[in-house]
DNA sequence: CTGTTAGCGCCTTCAC
DNA sequence: GTGAAGGCGCTAACAG
């Protein structure tokens, strides 16, 4: 049985049509064909289990239908880091809404020119990629080549190149502002450093709040984590001690990442401690992670699907050939208020500090 | 630039040779060619960055070097169940490996039979599916269709099938008994039904350890969940009642998935119930879910890496025509004893039940 | 050891 | 409204 593949030229036999009927048929070019005509193909194509073989239409029409999504490591996924999880789960609807398929590309390819090989080989028709690449070569060949692409949640160095992201100046800003409205004015940064764009961003936002609120910058101290590391418990443990050495010690922690947040959280007491009591914590995502730390951390939200559905649209636009006006798309970050954070002991009450209202307009630079 | 793509007949008239010789070159069978020779295509290859086109290469071979992951739902990866995104894992470091890709395919099609068109119309050469399908109907249709799959994590009907799977027997044996041997002697079992196998397969281990011990079968309770659902509240909180309703009431859980498990352990105190001061907890899959509760869980291991890594082997074995001797593999479970596990009060003391140590080799049926 | 040739299955611009 | 014909880029018999 199923001895060879039913062709489309098997159906246009047996129809008693020409292949090109079929085709118009099979792909809605229906439009100057008899009604009649249509229904005796698609039943014979049904009864005869007719399926379009997708190389041969790809071959064709220089489209796959299938969109790549470049991972950085493997590890991505079982980090427990459900950010990424979450971005993907948007995607993967995304894409199946518009009838395309995802394919991942590890970046463990032997050596980043096969990766490039095979995306632009005809693999996929577009790639979206989340976070900064290990492999800093691949994304400017690919711009370079014009080959579609969707930077998700970092910013290439080429401003013209497509991205979604968050308003990351924003939540840096969320949360600084929060903690300095709690009377927190000595803070510590733990981030990716300023080569991560987001990395960036934050800081900036969290230097405008402590600007706005008279905090001397200095006061602002900041760690920067390798970013091409996963999350280890040992660099966390170093920046436990880091915190501990600083004079004064900071009443407050932003950290930019939540399972590094979450490892904080649990070695703080470890070294005498307590969080919120002796010192607060402020945590990047918001996911079921920060949530179910003990304790719940306070953490500045971004709307992670829409991110993954976003890169989505925007590759298939670019992929059709539609530019959009404005290729950089930021979507708005929130605090989530838990019990991470509280009032420094002793400290400057609230209200004595110079700033404005928290929920007043601001304009991005 | 790059005005139209660089094909394998321009390597081969650039090198004054066949296209025969170059695609011999390209694809390794170079046995049978001279030395030099295959240094000058290779040099012109490189110098005009000639890429081969990956769909006309599968129209020619039937082989596309992608395989395709079945999804049974987007909101796999953003359960927090990590269980997935770690057999994911191995999945693509695997495939990688192999120098295959892995195609995400969402069950969110429209229908399954627009994924099967999909899948046999030569989208991926192999598919694994990991859990028991929503849509029924795929499974056994590609199966019928003798295209290459390999169930992941549950069996399937058809003894026949390609399979990876955990000695689920074996794990509810392990669970069971751990609790029987702190002297626990009415459990309650919170698992799937009888219709998802890994569920059914846990509670005959289950019922082994329990006969084994010399306690009355129907000191086992079981509440079944829908398995077809993402984890939710609303249906611990009612596990919750029922199990405040058993009399004498149990003084153990055995819970057969993380998640549900962590949500118990963050209910039961809510009624009044300590764990495991009052009653016993153990989980299933031991991942950092596990870990990370308040209590710890005490929680039955598989490798889940290890499943995903076998997975692929397998399911290329099949795709290249060898038929592996055994079509079934079982990884064997192991438990993490954490802090959710303790003798019950004024219960039996331990030793006093009939029972082999717990070490005793054992023997599959 | 290398070149010639004939598809792989579908799409699509043209005439009819 | 429908059919004929060429081509997408590569592979693999089969000669030579």
């Not at 979450?86 to 096969?114: F, K, Q």
């Not at 993954?308 to 050939?321: E, M, P, T």
């Given at each position: 049985?199923?001895?060879?593949?039913?062709?489309?030229?098997?159906?246009?036999?047996?129809?008693?049509?020409?292949?090109?009927?079929?085709?118009?048929?099979?792909?809605?070019?229906?439009?100057?064909?008899?009604?009649?005509?249509?229904?005796?193909?698609?039943?014979?194509?049904?009864?005869?289990?007719?399926?379009?073989?997708?190389?041969?239409?790809?071959?064709?029409?220089?489209?796959?239908?299938?969109?790549?999504?470049?991972?950085?490591?493997?590890?991505?996924?079982?980090?427990?880091?459900?950010?990424?999880?979450?971005?993907?789960?948007?995607?993967?609807?995304?894409?199946?809404?518009?009838?395309?398929?995802?394919?991942?590309?590890?970046?463990?390819?032997?050596?980043?020119?096969?990766?490039?090989?095979?995306?632009?080989?005809?693999?996929?028709?577009?790639?979206?990629?989340?976070?900064?690449?290990?492999?800093?070569?691949?994304?400017?060949?690919?711009?370079?080549?014009?080959?579609?692409?969707?930077?998700?949640?970092?910013?290439?160095?080429?401003?013209?190149?497509?991205?979604?992201?968050?308003?990351?100046?924003?939540?840096?800003?969320?949360?600084?502002?929060?903690?300095?409205?709690?009377?927190?004015?000595?803070?510590?940064?733990?981030?990716?450093?300023?080569?991560?764009?987001?990395?960036?961003?934050?800081?900036?936002?969290?230097?405008?709040?402590?600007?706005?609120?008279?905090?001397?910058?200095?006061?602002?101290?900041?760690?920067?984590?390798?970013?091409?590391?996963?999350?280890?418990?040992?660099?966390?443990?170093?920046?436990?001690?880091?915190?501990?050495?600083?004079?004064?010690?900071?009443?407050?922690i932003?950290c930019?990442?939540?399972?590094?947040a979450?490892?904080l959280a649990?070695?703080?007491?470890?070294?005498?401690?307590?969080v919120?009591?002796?010192?607060s914590i402020v945590s990047?995502?918001?996911?079921?992670?920060?949530?179910?730390?003990?304790?719940?951390l306070?953490?500045?939200?971004?709307?992670?699907?829409?991110?993954?559905?976003?890169?989505?649209?925007?590759?298939?636009?670019?992929?059709?050939?539609?530019?959009?006006?404005?290729?950089?798309?930021?979507?708005?970050?929130?605090?989530?208020?838990?019990?991470s954070t509280?009032?420094?002991?002793?400290?400057?009450?609230?209200?004595?500090?110079?700033?404005?209202?928290?929920?007043?307009?601001?304009?991005?630079?």
């Open positions: 049985m199923a001895s060879s593949r039913v062709r489309l030229s098997d159906v246009a036999r047996e129809a008693g049509v020409s292949p090109t009927t079929v085709s118009f048929v099979l792909n809605g070019r229906c439009d100057s064909i008899a009604p009649e005509t249509q229904q005796r193909v698609l039943a014979v194509a049904a009864r005869l289990h007719y399926r379009p073989h997708l190389a041969a239409r790809a071959l064709a029409t220089g489209r796959t239908r299938r969109i790549g999504l470049i991972l950085n490591q493997p590890e991505s996924f079982s980090t427990n880091d459900t950010y990424f999880s979450e971005v993907l789960a948007g995607i993967i609807r995304r894409a199946t809404e518009h009838d395309r398929n995802v394919l991942l590309l590890s970046a463990h390819y032997p050596d980043w020119r096969s990766l490039f090989t095979d995306i632009t080989g005809g693999a996929v028709d577009g790639v979206l990629q989340i976070s900064k690449f290990v492999l800093d070569e691949l994304t400017p060949a690919l711009i370079q080549a014009d080959f579609p692409i969707v930077c998700v949640s970092f910013k290439h160095e080429d401003d013209h190149c497509l991205t979604v992201d968050c308003d990351n100046e924003q939540g840096g800003y969320l949360a600084a502002r929060h903690l300095m409205d709690l009377g927190h004015q000595r803070l510590a940064v733990l981030y990716p450093g300023e080569e991560i764009s987001w990395g960036r961003e934050r800081m900036a936002g969290i230097q405008r709040a402590a600007e706005e609120a008279g905090v001397p910058s200095e006061w602002i101290c900041a760690l920067a984590w390798n970013e091409a590391q996963m999350p280890n418990k040992a660099w966390v443990l170093d920046a436990v001690a880091w915190v501990q050495r600083l004079a004064p010690r900071p009443t407050a932003i930019c990442d939540e399972v590094r979450r490892m649990e070695m703080l007491p470890s070294v005498g401690l307590t919120p009591a002796d010192i990047f995502n918001s996911t079921e992670t920060s949530a179910r730390c003990v304790p719940p306070t953490s500045v939200r971004q709307p992670l699907c829409d991110i993954g559905r976003a890169a989505v649209d925007l590759l298939l636009d670019r992929i059709q050939g539609r530019t959009p006006e404005n290729p950089v798309l930021l979507f708005p970050m929130a605090l989530d208020v838990r019990q509280q009032a420094p002991r002793g400290e400057v009450a609230p209200g004595t500090l110079r700033s404005a209202p928290i929920s007043r307009t601001r304009t991005r630079l």
